[in-house]
Structures are given as structure tokens and as C-alpha cells.
């Protein structure tokens, strides 16, 4: 008897067909985008390389995650801000018990969560930290120059993702169904421009770390 | 059939139930109804008043649980005394009469009451465009059945999820274009108390509710009555500090499921379905499906059959495999390994073919 109209009918939507969609696009544009980045890799190198590649590779990909004291000093709020709800959607993606769930029944992995209550409060201090930079960008000169409409896209779709499951978790939208519907939505929305847009960094960040330590390493520089 | 020319105060009183017990009951439906207790004593006075309504129950495509919920409780109970409160003019499980005569007596109560009578239906029924020998009744179809009691009813009461939303005969492939009574009711008032089966209690709240005020409870956008319905499992449910702690049982037999943990990660619908069941609980009140260590199926939702597993967390999607995302995954990363290599034949094309210009014959195309 349902339909798309009620709750349940979106909910189930949202779970099913839809997510079926998002996860394909997802995994296509994903699969897509990582085979054209690592098959093209590096222009050739031809000079005898002095140290490996590797070590160095993976000491970048670590160092880069923190910020360094220049960034820091020029650029404080960017720092703090971003490291703040960067680790506070990892923590909410990945350590929330229902993603867990989520990831388990997909793909058969897991790991141990962390309590409802404190991944409530890291995902509220998220969602503040990400209208700040929101704030931020539309006060700073030179940002709001850079900012493109990409730029507005993917923050409104994280926001977006954070915002629903804060709200679907304090049960603050009834009924419960819609809520949760609309979280997933909006999650299936960011999967789907993941691919397409600078989102890609959840992926790429790291391998563009690799190649820079690579080729400090390489060329025998500090990496 | 005389009966329903009493009032339910006299006939209560032929039938031996104290007036105490009749006061009990209306405390209790005051209670369930979420009524102020100043209210008892108007309740009290107008089911007195009250006429016996004549009910005609229809079971079509159901499995007499929801009948077995109203009636197998040991008596005498609240849910008694609401049966002796109606005048249950056709009930082909319950009733005496079978065949031709039961038929009878399901038209001369249309007849005799004809704009008054409530109508309640358990069971879901082949739509309009389903073959009707699916499911007929004395040989008749059950939307033939269904449309002509319709006509004369002053409400319609659909008892359990199938008669509601359409239940396990509409999950899919549906074979039997089954569909839910208010699919086909469009006029007439329509309460659904879904579940499957549902709270006993609630059948009976909603039949105190209509003979005491003559109109039907407030009603939620499905049709359910706010007083039962108005909040979720998870909400009222007695494990929810756990929940809220972080405290998971993960198998059925852990260390977890034995200390009473929250039933999330073992399935549990509770979040996402509205029922009484954590308040108001099974046989009696002495317990209910969580509390005997189930998780809560959300029976009382539409197509709680196709909802996925019963076993699967609430977040869990349904219908999906890694594989599939994996094999998708990998034909991207064919379409990116084509787009690759067309790009390094372009490049290494372009630079085979490459003529040196120099600066003389650039400034000639200026």
C-alpha cells in the first residue's frame, strides 16, 4: 500500500533502490577515476634515483595529516577548523555503532564503536565547526573570490549528511522513518558527487602524499 | 439480537459484571486513551448511555491471529468486557452459526442497521483488478463482500497489518494483488490498528473510544490512533539507556544479550516502528518481545515483510552484496584504464608528430 509519500515508503526507498543507485555511481566514478590517476602515474623518471621510494612515501602520507607550525602560524582558524571536523565526521562516519552495521553487512569488516553519547557530541562540535568554515569562507576576501560553486556544493551536501544524522539520532524530525530516510539520502547524495567533485580527496589525499614522498625520496631529499 | 436494543450499562448488568469491574474498565481505557482522569467519570456515564453498536467483523486474507489476540486471554478480562459491550453480529470464527445461516445473519445486521453499524475487516483482499477466487467467502469475492458492508457502515475499523497495509499477502510478489482495506475506502471514517497481531488493548481503546464519544480516536497520517501509536518502540522501550550507552548484545547468547543490552545490532525495528507494545506489553502485561530477549520485527509498519531482514541492523541497506559493488567498482576502474591509455596514445601521438617551430615562424602567424 505504500508509496513514495509516506515514511516508511521513503525509508525503504532510500534504503533499497536508491542506495543501490548511489553505491553504483559511487563505485563506477570511484573505480573510474583511481585507474585513470594510477595509470597515467608520474611522467617517467629517468636520473638514478639516490634513496627509495616507498619509506618516504608513506612518512609524507603520515606527516602531511598534520599540520605543519608555517601553515599553522599563517592560517590558524583553517587549521583548527578543518582538523576539528575533519576528525569529527571520521569519527561519526566510521565509529558510530549503525555504521559499523553498515559497513559489516556489506562488506563483512568490522571494528568496535564508540558510545552513542559521545559520537552525538563530536558529531554536534562537527556540525559547529563546519558553519564556521562556512562563515569563513563567505567573510574572507580572497575565499570568497577562490570559492566556486563546487566549492558551495560539496560543503552543503557534508553539512548536509552531518546535519541529518544529528537530527535522526536525537530524534528531532518525526516521524523516525523520514528522518532516517533523509539521512540516507542526503548520504547517497554525497556518495554520488564523491567521484565527480573535490570529495575525491577522501581517497586521493593520500596517494598525491605517496607520490610527493616517493619522489623526495627518490631524489634523496627530506620527505 | 435483542441485546443491541440495551444500552451497554443494562446489558452489562444482565450479564453479571459488577458495576466495580465497569469502572476499572473505564479507568483503564481512560488510561490507554491518555484521557485526563476527569474525564472517568464522563467516560463511565456515556458507555452506560451507550447503545450497543452492531459489529460486523469481515476476515479475509488473515490467519485468525488477530482475532486469537482479542479473545485467547484469560478471562475475565478488560478484553471481555469490550466483546459485551458490541453486539458482534457476524464473526465467522467466533460465531455459532456456519454456512447460509451465518450469512443471514451478516445481512440482516446490515440491514436492521443500516448507516450504524461498525465495520471491522482483519485480513488484507485481492484488489479490484485481482483474480477474486483468491479469496472468497460463501462464494463470495472479498471486495464484493467488502464494497457492499461498506455501504452501510458508520466506520470502518482494519484490525492487524494485513487488513491495514496489507501485510504478508501484499509482500512481494504479492501474488494475489492483495491490498489493504484503506486502499479502497476513500468516504467512510477509517481507523487502522496495525500489528501483526495487534496490542489487544488497543483494539478494544479504539471500540471504548468510539462507543463513549460516538466519533473515532485522533489519528496519525496512517490512519492509527495517536493515543497507541504516537510513539515509537525505541522511545518507550525499557533497554533504552543501553542504547544510549553504547551497550550492544551481538549474538543472541552473549554476555550482552544476558545483562539485557540493547537488540540494535541483532535487528532490533524498534527506532523506526510506533506501537504500544513497550508500554502497555503481551498476555496480560507480563511481558513483550524485548523483554523475552527478541528483537522488535516492526510489525506494525507497512511492508514489514520486505523490509530486509529481521536480523539486519535498522542502517543496514537491503538487497545489496559486496560483490556487486565490487564488480561495479571494477568496470569503473575499466572505463579509467581506457580513458588512461586513449589519453597516452593521444599524448604519444601528439609527440611523435610534433614539428620544432621556431621563434621567426611564430612571429610570422601573429
Known sequence: ?223 | MTAKKHSVGEHLRDQGVSRRTFLKFCTASASLLALSPGLIPALAAALEQAQRPSVIWLSFQECTGCTESLTRSHAPTLEDLILEMISLDYHHTLQAAAGEAAEAAREQAMKDNFGRYLLIVDGSLPGPDANPGYSTIAGVSNYAMLMEALKGAAAVIAVGTCAAFGGLPEAAPNPTGAVAVMDLIKDKPLVNVSGCPPVPMVITGVLAHYLAFGRLPELDEYHRPLAFFGQSIHDRCYRRPFYDKGLFAETFDDEGARAGWCLYRLGCKGPSTYNACATMRWNSGTSWPIEAGHPCLGCSEPRFWDAGSFYAPLSVPTGLSSTRILTVGAAGALIGGTVATLARRTVETAAASRQPVTAAELEQTL
Do not use: C
Not at chain 1, 526507498?13 to 542506495?19: A, E, Q, S, V, Y
Not at chain 1, 638514478?48 to 612518512?59: D, F, S, V
Not at chain 1, 558553519?131 to 560543503?155: C, F, G, I, M
Open chain 1, 1 to 223: 500500500m505504500t508509496a513514495l509519500t509516506d515514511p516508511m515508503g521513503f525509508l525503504l526507498f532510500t534504503k533499497g533502490p536508491l542506495f543501490n543507485i548511489a553505491i553504483a555511481i559511487f563505485a563506477l566514478g570511484l573505480g573510474a577515476r583511481l585507474a585513470e590517476i594510477l595509470l597515467l602515474g608520474r611522467r617517467p623518471n629517468f636520473a638514478e634515483p639516490r634513496a627509495g621510494e616507498w619509506l618516504p612515501g608513506l612518512r609524507t602520507v603520515f606527516t602531511r595529516t598534520l599540520p605543519d607550525p608555517g601553515t599553522f602560524k599563517r592560517a590558524p582558524f583553517n587549521v583548527v577548523t578543518g582538523l576539528i571536523w575533519h576528525l569529527g565526521f571520521l569519527v561519526a562516519l566510521l565509529l558510530f555503532i549503525p555504521h559499523i552495521e553498515l559497513i559489516k553487512g556489506l562488506f563483512g569488516v568490522s571494528w568496535p564503536g564508540l558510545p552513542n553519547p559521545f559520537v552525538d557530541l563530536v558529531t554536534a562540535v562537527t556540525l559547529v565547526a563546519l558553519a564556521a568554515t562556512l562563515v569563513h569562507r563567505l567573510n574572507h576576501p580572497v575565499k570568497q573570490r577562490l570559492s566556486t560553486v563546487e566549492d558551495y556544493l560539496v560543503w552543503a551536501v557534508t553539512f548536509l549528511v552531518v546535519l541529518t544524522g544529528y537530527l535522526a539520532y536525537n530524534r528531532l524530525i518525526n516521524p523516525y522513518p523520514l528522518a532516517l530516510g533523509l539521512h540516507i539520502l542526503s548520504a547517497e547524495l554525497f556518495l554520488i558527487l564523491l567521484p565527480f567533485t573535490k570529495l575525491t580527496h577522501i581517497f586521493t589525499a593520500f596517494i598525491a602524499r605517496w607520490y610527493n614522498g616517493a619522489s623526495f625520496g627518490r631524489r634523496g631529499v627530506q620527505s
